[in-house]
């Protein structure tokens, strides 16, 4: 399964950056292949590790958030591995033959 989300912490003023930089260490602790960009972390693995680590990262901003959003969306196939650079590198073999 490969994941892109975002957790957002409510109600802490303006300023996120240091809890969302919070919830990426520990998707970056994890060991599982992952990525962040500007607006999603991406984590590939197996549906109950994946959801731990998504479940992990929320738990530690709402340890100093009274609210957390949470935008998630999965691509779920079966027999699929390392999707997180193979879609990638599709798509940039795709763009070159155009």
Sequence with gaps: MLIAFS????????????????????????GLPNQTDAMFTLV????????????RAVDVVAAHAPRVSVVLKADIRPGVTDGLTSKVVDLEARLADA
């Design 44 to 55: 590939e693995g197996e549906w109950d590790e994946v959801m731990a680590v998504v479940k």
């Design 7 to 30: 957790i957002t912490p409510l109600g802490v003023g303006e300023s996120v950056g240091d809890l969302v930089a919070e919830a990426v260490r520990v998707v970056r602790e994890s």
